[in-house]
């Protein structure tokens, strides 16, 4: 079965820490993209990627960083320097193009102790 | 700049009853695509419908349509006869042929569906 994995589904962070969200996916997607979404609020752009080894900033890409070295996967480093609180981070992937979709994974939800 | 703005946070409707969820959009791109999500509480993110800037038909996807006003720059999306696993929160999207990588979010609305 295709699609988009994002593990730990849950995750502790202490102020000071950095931590890093796993997304895997196996749809051959050229494109990954990562979002945060507040309690009770749409979906901010943190950083994307149309190829390997190349991504670009979103809307709020401070106190995150990225890699993208493989086609499937591209991991989100949440730095010590992010003060956001508790949020929840989806993961998704595309074909490029405007008439494509994302599909999402199931999220991971982050929360800063 | 491209924007998408929902301007419902919240609506209650009866079951079985029709239900419009609004959504407007602002771009200068005459080529782009419109999305609809469904977000129910477990938090993954469901595709419902896509819609064209260049298609002349409005979208329809079983129980769901999208009403596309091009000139008024809308696309509502119509839920028939609604159920109650329809209550989720519902996002409109907007992805523009200049920045084809990116996709742009509403904020959403709360739809509940009341037995």
């Known amino acids: 079965d295709g699609g988009i994995t994002q593990s730990p589904k849950y995750l502790f962070r202490k102020e000071g820490q950095n931590v890093t969200l796993s997304c895997e996916q196996n749809l051959n997607h050229d494109a990954m993209y990562w979002y945060r979404q507040d309690p009770g609020q749409g979906l901010r752009l943190i950083y994307y990627?149309?190829?390997?080894?190349?991504?670009q900033k979103g809307d709020i890409a401070e106190g995150y960083s990225v890699s993208r070295e493989k086609k499937e996967s591209f991991p989100l480093t949440v730095t010590s320097a992010q003060k956001h609180p508790t949020a929840f981070y989806l993961c998704a992937s595309s074909i490029q193009g405007q008439a494509y979709e994302q599909y999402f994974g199931p999220g991971t939800r982050l929360t800063v102790t | 700049a491209q924007k998408i703005t929902q301007t419902q946070p919240g609506m209650f409707v009866q079951e079985k009853e029709a239900v419009t969820l609004d959504c407007t959009y602002d771009t200068s791109d005459q080529s782009y695509g419109l999305f609809w999500y469904k977000q129910p509480s477990s938090g993954e993110m469901i595709f419902l419908i896509y819609?064209?800037?260049?298609?002349?038909q409005n979208a329809t996807e079983g129980r769901y349509s999208l009403n596309f006003q091009k000139a008024r720059k809308s696309a509502n999306l119509v839920i028939s006869a609604s159920q109650l696993g329809d209550s989720a929160m519902y996002f409109c999207a907007m992805r523009v042929y200049s920045s084809a990588s990116k996709i742009i979010f509403g904020s959403g609305t709360r739809l509940s569906i009341r037995p």
């Open positions: 990627s149309q190829i390997v080894n190349d991504f």
């Open positions: 819609q064209g800037s260049y298609d002349e």
